[in-house]
């Protein structure tokens, strides 16, 4: 039998929409990883398949990294909560990512940049690296800073080293009034 009107199947599918008890929820706990974060990345994921994504955050899961998928508007409300995030403002369109470095600061920016060198998807739209703001640009930059490990293993190796040159000095000076004091030995027995 003919139909007078058209199907609307498009038009009949429910959208589903957050209440503000949801909202507030995605709310306190991107607030609560902005506040704990070292390193905050924000990339726009857009033309991943799901085999990439789910390789993605298993990256960052190896790591101790989260990585946080929201509306723009409350990332936007849960920045403005912590403050000090204007300048991420501007970089919150489309669809937005984030992933937060707790222990490391720089070791999303290395994940990030290996994974975008491999499928180049996700592209970095903008870092916060121990409160201070990078353009996306900068991705490679980031990635190329030590990590914390590697600082304080420098910083040891510094301060072992005139530890370990006092002692060998002294050993040196030792050595040389052995081999004085053999010297004279043996003028004496000749």
Known sequence: ???????????????????KDEKQVIIDRVTEKVRRAKGMYFA?????????????RRELRKSNVDFKVAKNTLIKRSLQEVGGYDKAYDSLVGATGIAFGYDDPVEP????????????????????????????????????????????????????????????????????????VEEVAKKRAA
């Not at 726009?44 to 993605?56: S, W």
């Not at 006092?166 to 050993?171: D, L, Q, R, T």
């Open 109 to 180: 920016a290395r994940i990030l940049s290996k994974f975008i060198e491999k499928n180049e998807k996700p592209t970095l739209k903008m870092a916060f690296v121990e409160g201070v703001a990078y353009d996306g640009k900068n991705l490679k930059a980031i990635a190329a800073l030590p990590s914390r490990k590697d600082i304080i293993a420098a910083i040891l190796g510094s301060l072992q080293a005139p530890a370990s040159g006092i002692v060998g000095s002294i050993n040196a000076v030792m050595r040389d009034v052995a081999s004085l």
């Open 44 to 56: 726009d994921f857009t033309g991943m398949t799901v085999e990439q994504m789910t390789e993605f």
């Open 1 to 19: 039998m003919w139909c007078a009107r058209p199907l609307q199947r498009a038009s009949r599918r429910k959208k589903y929409t957050m209440n």
